[in-house]
């Protein structure tokens, strides 16, 4: 069963079987007796199996300020990229919370936090209730073999919402297959939490196919072991207590599987990626397909927000947006912090339009090619084999040229070529997990006294790129080598709480703390408030 056959119809009419909307409500089973709460079929049950995955790509369920803003992927890169010294959203987008994350003054009435938050229950809830029904009636339509692989797959499904929540929030709710309806659910703190995460995954993560066998867009072996080797990494966080040998060892059955780096790192992210998920260093990605897998969260949010307006038709920046093939002028609010722009200086994996844009940035407002901010371009839709556009960008310059001197009402712009691309929707998937990302944890567990040959591991990624090896890095080293490799990709505030320079003063970047200088924040901040909405079944993080 291919999981893209079902991710739009089926996942959408099996959401009627599924939990209602997580809006105060953490129970279980839905409570509107028209909604039908069990399946009657292979094909239902085939659904409720999509309808899992489907939760990361639609924010159905919340009313928020705006379309798009409660989608899984879309929240968590937020939560995890604006509040550290990556990205920013410019004061060109008015819309509440963001800038508070920019300043990493949030409340527990930001919109944001809240949706994150939501979206994680609501996922567990869908995987419980999936891995509910299965064992109840999946033995009608489905073998042995397949039921344990469905199950595990929801299992890593629901230990990723778990995940982020034990990393941006701390507590909260524990929904499984086993409770009870109608029943409000325990709340389990960071450590409570961390436990049952981990003992779940345990006792099935074997019962996932291999990569090498796993069909595309589904839950591989390899994935379930990546996301216990995340939750290790972070072990003394969540928990106090480092666990830095468990996480090797579920390194080991990423590694040692036959998947190799992608030769060249900038195909990782355009519009043609999908040859590298799965059994490919995306060991996790999210498919996204224009008409048919869309979501205004994931790939196509991250490039549209980071495209800004050219002020002509003909200028440099109009070239950059037809360079990308983006068929549009985008949304504008996303924006590179100086931070990341000089940690890049020097390496290949800058990705990066600078134009006249200022580097710093002593002001967060303006879209004019002199505001400030560089835009992101490493995600990209030109294609693999186009990605430099280099036919279609001569003939671009060639019109170009002749436009060059004449005045500019009399300018003819109509032979300009145009994107091959047509409406914003993405092709590129979204990576989750990548097999770089195993190979500088490895090297984090060496340096934590793990023998693991991490070190090798850490130079086979500068290698791909052409960086000089380092025989022994020291923790900022790895450090700076997760940002630049992995920047973008939603781990820098939990690298940064990791190395302990996050919240204090011993690492300042622009705007930390609300200050253009930046200043030192209180722990506090190294997790998420509980949304008031919750805080009445929750309870609320110290400090909030």
């Given at each position: 069963?291919?999981?893209?056959?079902?991710?739009?119809?089926?996942?959408?009419?099996?959401f009627?079987?599924?939990?209602t909307?997580?809006?105060?409500?953490?129970d279980?089973e839905?409570t509107d007796?028209?909604?039908?709460?069990?399946?009657?079929?292979?094909?239902?049950?085939e659904?409720?199996?999509?309808?899992?995955?489907?939760?990361?790509?639609?924010?159905?369920?919340?009313?928020?300020?705006?379309g798009?803003?409660?989608?899984f992927?879309?929240?968590?890169?937020?939560?995890?990229?604006?509040?550290?010294d990556?990205?920013?959203?410019?004061?060109?987008?008015?819309?509440?919370?963001?800038?508070?994350?920019?300043?990493?003054?949030?409340?527990?009435?930001?919109?944001?936090?809240?949706?994150?938050?939501?979206?994680?229950?609501?996922?567990?809830?869908?995987?419980?209730?999936?891995i509910?029904?299965?064992h109840q009636?999946?033995?009608?339509?489905?073998?042995?073999d397949?039921?344990?692989?469905?199950?595990?797959?929801?299992?890593?499904?629901?230990?990723?919402?778990?995940?982020?929540?034990i990393?941006?929030?701390?507590?909260?709710?524990?929904?499984?297959?086993?409770?009870?309806?109608?029943?409000?659910?325990?709340?389990y703190?960071?450590?409570?939490?961390?436990?049952a995460v981990?003992?779940?995954?345990?006792?099935?993560?074997?019962?996932?196919?291999?990569a090498?066998?796993?069909?595309y867009?589904?839950?591989n072996?390899?994935?379930?072991?990546?996301l216990?080797?995340?939750?290790?990494?972070?072990?003394?966080?969540?928990t106090?207590?480092?666990?830095?040998?468990?996480?090797?060892?579920?390194l080991?059955?990423?590694v040692?599987?036959?998947?190799?780096?992608?030769?060249?790192?900038?195909?990782?992210?355009?519009?043609?990626?999908?040859k590298?998920?799965?059994?490919?260093?995306i060991?996790?990605?999210?498919?996204?397909?224009?008409?048919?897998?869309?979501?205004?969260?994931?790939?196509?949010?991250?490039?549209?927000?980071s495209?800004?307006?050219?002020?002509?038709p003909?200028?440099?920046?109009?070239?950059?947006?037809?360079?990308?093939?983006?068929?549009?002028?985008?949304?504008?609010?996303?924006?590179?912090?100086p931070?990341?722009?000089?940690?890049?200086?020097g390496?290949?994996?800058?990705?990066?339009?600078?134009?006249?844009?200022?580097?710093?940035?002593p002001?967060?407002?303006?879209?004019?090619?002199?505001?400030?901010?560089?835009?992101?371009?490493?995600?990209?839709?030109?294609?693999?084999?186009?990605?430099?556009?280099?036919?279609?960008?001569?003939?671009?310059?060639?019109?170009?040229?002749?436009?060059?001197?004449?005045?500019?009402?009399?300018k003819?712009?109509?032979?300009?070529?145009?994107?091959?691309?047509?409406?914003?929707?993405?092709?590129?998937?979204?990576?989750?997990?990548?097999?770089?990302?195993?190979?500088?944890?490895?090297a984090?567990?060496?340096?934590?006294?793990?023998?693991?040959?991490?070190?090798?591991?850490?130079?086979?990624?500068?290698?791909?790129?052409?960086?000089?090896?380092?025989?022994?890095?020291?923790?900022?080293?790895?450090?700076?080598?997760r940002?630049?490799?992995?920047?973008?990709?939603?781990?820098r505030?939990?690298?940064?709480?990791?190395?302990?320079?996050?919240?204090?003063?011993?690492?300042?970047?622009?705007w930390?703390?609300?200050?253009?200088t930046?200043?030192?924040?209180?722990p506090?901040?190294?997790?998420?408030?509980i949304p008031?909405?919750y805080?009445?079944?929750?309870?609320q993080?110290?400090?909030?």
């Open positions: 069963m291919k999981l893209t056959k079902y991710i739009l119809g089926a996942a959408v009419a099996a009627g079987f599924m939990a909307s997580c809006v105060g409500d953490l279980v839905p007796p028209n909604t039908a709460t069990s399946p009657t079929s292979k094909e239902d049950l659904g409720l199996f999509a309808s899992v995955f489907y939760d990361l790509y639609t924010d159905q369920g919340l009313s928020l300020s705006d798009g803003r409660g989608v992927t879309r929240t968590h890169f937020c939560l995890n990229e604006i509040t550290a990556e990205l920013f959203i410019s004061d060109q987008w008015q819309d509440p919370g963001y800038k508070v994350l920019n300043f990493n003054t949030w409340t527990d009435a930001n919109e944001w936090i809240y949706a994150a938050f939501s979206r994680e229950n609501h996922l567990a809830k869908l995987a419980s209730v999936f509910s029904e299965l009636y999946g033995g009608a339509y489905f073998t042995d397949e039921i344990k692989q469905m199950d595990a797959e929801a299992r890593v499904l629901r230990g990723y919402a778990y995940y982020q929540n990393d941006c929030f701390g507590r909260g709710p524990w929904i499984d297959e086993n409770s009870v309806t109608g029943a409000t659910p325990p709340t703190d960071r450590k409570q939490l961390f436990e981990v003992a779940d995954l345990k006792a099935h993560v074997d019962n996932l196919l291999p090498a066998q796993q069909v867009s589904r839950i072996r390899e994935t379930g072991y990546m216990l080797a995340k939750l290790y990494l972070n072990a003394e966080v969540y106090g207590t480092p666990m830095w040998a468990e996480c090797a060892e579920a080991k059955n990423v040692n599987t036959g998947i190799t780096l992608a030769p060249t790192y900038k195909y990782l992210f355009c519009g043609s990626n999908e590298y998920v799965g059994n490919g260093e060991i996790w990605g999210l498919p996204e397909k224009q008409n048919y897998i869309e979501t205004w969260g994931g790939t196509r949010a991250i490039v549209s927000s495209i800004l307006p050219p002020d002509s003909d200028s440099p920046l109009a070239r950059e947006i037809f360079a990308l093939n983006y068929p549009g002028d985008g949304w504008a609010g996303l924006r590179v912090r931070e990341l722009s000089k940690a890049l200086n390496d290949p994996r800058r990705l990066f339009y600078e134009g006249s844009y200022q580097e710093d940035i002001t967060l407002a303006g879209v004019k090619e002199n505001s400030c901010g560089y835009m992101l371009t490493k995600f990209r839709y030109t294609t693999e084999s186009d990605y430099d556009r280099t036919a279609a960008l001569a003939e671009w310059d060639r019109v170009h040229a002749l436009n060059e001197g004449v005045p500019e009402d009399s003819d712009r109509t032979p300009y070529p145009k994107p091959d691309k047509v409406g914003d929707a993405s092709d590129i998937a979204l990576p989750v997990f990548r097999l770089a990302d195993a190979y500088l944890m490895l984090e567990c060496q340096m934590r006294g793990v023998e693991c040959n991490g070190y090798y591991y850490f130079n086979e990624v500068r290698k791909r790129v052409g960086l000089p090896a380092i025989a022994s890095p020291s923790a900022n080293d790895i450090l700076r080598e940002q630049c490799e992995l920047y973008a990709e939603g781990f505030r939990s690298d940064l709480i990791r190395f302990g320079k996050y919240s204090g003063s011993t690492y300042l970047w622009s930390k703390g609300g200050q253009y930046g200043q030192g924040i209180d506090m901040y190294e997790v998420f408030p008031y909405q805080v009445g079944t929750v309870g993080n110290p400090g909030y």
